[in-house]
């Protein structure tokens, strides 16, 4: 099937507007993850979604950042009122969360490059 | 906090050599851990993913294996290609789905 698919693959937005990034999970994967990553740099871990649980937010790095997940599947991180130092790679991750968590391997998205001028 | 570090942060082999790559954390309670592979502009793909019960697994040219009590992986790629040029990057499961990934290693297979 299907892998978790992104959109937009590549977003140039100016400072000062909001944005919207969106995520497709594997069907059926109850956990979906987002990430940043800055150029050169490793994954910073944002938010954590788990079925109809209260998402896990202790990444998200201000106010401006916050995400839904509806419908337990389709996901969207919105970053308001974006600054350049948002600019960066934003990666959906998405895995099962069955009997077995040890076998539940991350699978990731092609991600959005988000430009901030 | 885990801190997952991985060194070389780069390295350039010539195609056909075997080699190593290290990744090292600082909190053994950990779940499992996962070797990804990320290739320029695109998302992580995960190649080996070892049980934190399991020493080592393997999947062709790829072996991972895992020393929990000293906080230490390798991923040991045989008779490399340039195709396995790419980045790769560990990461350890602590508490339920909270995953640290390292910074990772940026391989150049040389034809």
């Known amino acids: 099937g299907a892998g978790v698919s992104q959109s937009p693959s590549n977003k140039v937005t100016e400072k000062g507007k909001d944005v919207e990034l969106r995520c497709d999970p594997i069907s059926g994967h109850t956990a979906l993850y987002w990430y940043r990553q800055r150029l050169g740099q490793g994954l910073e871990f944002l938010i954590y979604f788990q079925g109809n649980s209260a998402p896990d937010k202790s990444g998200l790095p201000s106010d401006r950042f916050s995400a839904e997940r509806t419908g337990g599947s389709v996901s969207t991180l919105t970053i308001q009122r974006t600054q350049q130092e948002d600019s960066a790679v934003y990666l959906c991750?998405?895995?099962?969360?069955?009997?077995?968590?040890?076998?539940?391997?991350?699978?990731f998205g092609n991600g959005t490059r988000l430009t901030v001028t | 906090k885990q801190e997952v570090t991985q060194i070389p942060a780069a390295l350039s082999v010539p195609e056909g050599e075997n080699l190593v790559l290290n990744c090292s954390f600082t909190d053994s309670a950990i779940y499992n851990l996962q070797w990804f592979r990320q290739d320029p502009g695109k998302g992580l793909t995960s190649l080996l993913l070892i049980q934190s019960s399991q020493r080592e697994q393997t999947s062709g040219r790829l072996n991972a294996s895992l020393d929990k009590s000293s906080g230490r992986s390798t991923l040991y790629i045989a008779a490399s290609q340039p195709g396995d040029s790419a980045t790769y990057l560990c990461a350890v499961e602590e508490n339920f789905n909270k995953f640290y990934f390292g910074s990772g290693t940026k391989l150049n297979v040389k034809p």
């Open positions: 991750a998405s895995s099962l969360v069955g009997g077995s968590r040890y076998n539940s391997p991350l699978h």
